[in-house]
């Protein structure tokens, strides 16, 4: 299950979604997080998916590596689901159970809620998939430079941000191998109830703080060994400049928020 969690990781790949220069990517996927809450009819998805469908063609990433990042957000999905279904109100009850009702406007509204959530996060996973965490420093730090005027530590902030999507993976990793560890010693994470398998796994955060810890003073030993000194008259192997496919990505995101809020207020 850990193993199945995306956000973070990079899929290498030389495709036109990963030649996009990173603060378009930014861009667009702030956008897309903002066009998903605007939509308020099922037709208007079609759309998103239209878009996401296209996304994931062009960057050539297995659409079964997409949807393994989902697996560890199902219970999320059917929680949100089922507190729609049972706490909307509505007029054409389909049937009742003690105190809980399921309507018709319910169920709409579950499904409605359950595929906003999932085209949230697979298209959010996209952005890290496709992007390297250098790539993703400079476009976020580029991006908030214009807040350097006012003294804001924009290339702390990106560096901070990037090394904490970095090192998701990594601490996965790590959760993994102590679990494995603690099972060959006899620990069990697998049977009992929901409680007493969350209950199990709180001895598993002593020796991952641990970790964590350690691989961070590690890496500021590193950074410091290597002169590092933030942003300040910083050079980079490659600057970032904005091509075609660029301004392309920006007119198939205009179409996007075009169409669902066409579909929306017309």
């Not at 099922?42 to 697996?71: C, E, N, W």
Request: net charge positive; proline share 5%; charged share 20%.
């Amino acid at each position: 299950m850990l193993k199945d969690i995306t956000v973070g990781q990079y899929y290498p790949s030389d495709s036109p979604i990963h030649r996009l220069d990173p603060r378009t990517k930014l861009v667009i996927t702030f956008l897309f997080i903002i066009t998903i809450f605007f939509v308020r009819y099922y037709s208007g998805y079609i759309f998103v998916l239209a878009f996401m469908a296209l996304t994931v063609a062009l960057s050539r990433i297995p659409i079964r590596y997409i949807l393994k990042g989902l697996r560890p957000l199902i219970f999320i999905i059917l929680l949100t689901f089922f507190i729609n279904v049972f706490f909307t109100p509505g007029e054409t009850l389909l049937f009742s159970f003690w105190f809980l009702r399921v309507t018709e406007e319910g169920l709409r509204q579950g499904l409605f809620m359950g595929l906003r959530l999932i085209f949230l996060v697979t298209g959010t996973s996209l952005l890290t998939l496709t992007t390297s965490p250098i790539a993703l420093t400079d476009g976020i730090e580029l991006l908030l430079k214009p807040l350097r005027l006012i003294r804001f530590p924009s290339h702390e902030l990106a560096m901070m941000m990037t090394i904490a999507l970095r090192f998701i993976p990594t601490l996965l990793e790590e959760t993994d191998k102590i679990m494995k560890a603690q099972m060959a010693r006899g620990a069990d994470f697998e049977s009992g109830n929901l409680i007493q398998r969350a209950k199990s796994l709180v001895p598993l955060l002593v020796p991952l703080f641990i970790s964590a810890f350690r691989r961070a003073d590690e890496l500021a030993m590193a950074m410091e060994a290597r002169c590092y000194r933030g942003g300040d008259n910083r050079t980079r192997m490659k600057v970032l400049t904005m091509g075609r496919i660029d301004f392309a990505a920006y007119v198939v995101t205009a179409a996007l928020i075009a169409s669902v809020l066409l579909n929306t207020y017309l």
